[in-house]
């Protein structure tokens, strides 16, 4: 039998319980669904939805992690002594498996438009083409061709597994404590150049001046889906990450500051993406190709774009990796402990499957674009039913097991660790959030979306 790591320090686990919420979810996805649904009215819902959903349901996350001191599969059996409710562990590691397969494929592009970038090859435009015909092309050779992609996922998935090799100690958390600063670093660096153009204050009325005529029943369930997605909710990542924190740490505390730095790299992403794409005529609802078609237009057009851009991109790197990190930790952490082998092997075998995985998400953007999945590509299919359905399902099925199946008792056990820390007032008001709220809307919201 394997001895559990645990993180060493306070900082760790939020570096690494940080990178796992930051990441793509925030800076690929927050600001084209931002875009696509109004800017300020979405960030609105979004706030309400963080606060009052995605704050109790991420401590809750973590004390049935350390509560269980096990892995996403079984720590839902263990604490409640009731075996079957395994199956959302099952579920959440499904989820976040298909999750690391996407996640990897879009860090290998990511990692080809930053070589293409520095390079300048990626804005090296033939005379009267238009640009945005330019970029579109770019991304839909990049995908024909797929071997960029391929070459780029490998690295990822390989510099991932390498850091998840060396265990939670002196892998997860040491390289967490150094990629989490850089993050936040190249994140000012940037946000300092956007505050310089000319449609920087259109944006900051963009994300912050809501107009509540646009607010929609589908704006609304996007906010919170996208609340759920940034905070890594719903996937087994906070309880895998709870069972390796000591009970001496208040659990709640380190929530807050969770939610607190994803929540304000979200809003950096909008406040670095929709000053250049206002000062340079992009548009704010250009959807997923947000990333890789419409801001190289705008860092084309810009003085000092080129560098720009490669600077942007190796910043969305660093945050796949980040995220990733943690994705690979859970399915490591259930090897470990459901078949009884050493890190290095579970390792490995995570590492190999996520490549086979990715792989197939390439091919299907590239050659095997022809083969649909309910009318959409591979990716598009996972995307939608890991988004729509089986995150806020888990994230659901996890607050009626802990409100009632564990109870309120042992849970405020547990988050006050075992009397150390004081109950805070706001306990039994989110308690009967995670109750009686939460799991009907999370219900409502995913029988709209199919």
């Avoid at 669904?33 to 979004?46: H, K, L, S």
């Amino acid at each position: 039998m394997n001895e559990r790591d645990n993180f060493s320090s306070k900082l760790g686990i939020i570096a690494a319980a940080a990178g796992s919420a930051i990441g793509l979810g925030n800076i690929w996805k927050f600001p084209y669904m931002a875009g696509q649904n109004g800017g300020g009215a979405f960030i609105f819902v979004y706030l309400i939805a963080v606060v009052l959903m995605g704050y109790p349901l991420l401590y809750t996350e973590f004390a049935l992690g350390r509560r269980g001191c096990s892995n996403a599969i079984d720590a839902f059996g263990k604490i409640t002594g009731k075996k079957f409710l395994n199956i959302v562990g099952y579920l959440a590691v499904g989820t976040v498996f298909l999750l690391a397969t996407f996640y990897a494929m879009i860090a290998g592009w990511v990692i080809y438009y930053f070589i293409i970038s520095i390079t300048g090859e990626l804005y090296t435009i033939t005379p009267n083409v238009e640009l945005a015909t330019h970029f579109e092309t770019v991304f839909k050779t990049m995908n024909q061709n797929a071997v960029w992609p391929i070459i780029g996922m490998v690295i990822a998935v390989l510099a991932t597994g390498f850091i998840n090799f060396s265990g939670i100690k002196d892998g997860v958390e040491k390289y967490s404590k150094v990629l989490m600063p850089l993050l936040f670093v190249i994140f000012i660096v940037l946000i300092g150049y956007s505050m310089a153009l000319d449609g920087f204050t259109v944006a900051v009325n963009f994300l912050f001046k809501p107009d509540f005529s646009a607010l929609t029943p589908g704006t609304i369930i996007s906010a919170i889906g996208q609340a759920f997605f940034s905070l890594s909710l719903g996937m087994g990542l906070l309880v895998t990450y709870g069972s390796y924190v000591p009970k001496t740490e208040n659990l709640r505390a380190i929530s807050r500051q969770v939610v607190i730095a994803d929540t304000l790299i979200a809003i950096f992403s909008g406040l670095l993406i929709f000053p250049a794409v206002f000062t340079y005529g992009g548009s704010p609802a250009a959807g997923p190709s947000l990333l890789f078609e419409a801001l190289p237009q705008v860092f084309a057009q810009m003085p000092g774009g080129r560098w720009f851009g490669a600077l942007f991109f190796l910043l969305v790197i660093v945050a796949s990796i980040t995220s990733m990190i943690s994705i690979f930790e859970i399915i490591i952490t259930c090897l470990l402990e459901k078949l009884h082998i050493s890190r290095h092997k579970a390792t490995v075998i995570v590492v190999i499957a996520i490549l086979v995985g990715s792989l197939i998400n390439i091919l299907g953007e590239g050659p095997w674009s022809h083969v649909t999945l309910n009318g959409s590509t591979i990716f598009g299919f996972l995307d939608a039913i890991t988004n729509n359905i089986t995150i806020p399902l888990t994230g659901a099925l996890t607050a009626v097991i802990a409100t009632w199946f564990w109870k309120y008792k042992n849970m405020e056990h547990e988050l006050t660790s075992e009397g150390l820390y004081k109950s805070n007032v706001e306990g039994p008001i989110f308690f009967t959030l995670l109750k009686w709220v939460i799991p009907p809307i999370i219900l409502a919201l995913i029988i709209t979306s199919l």
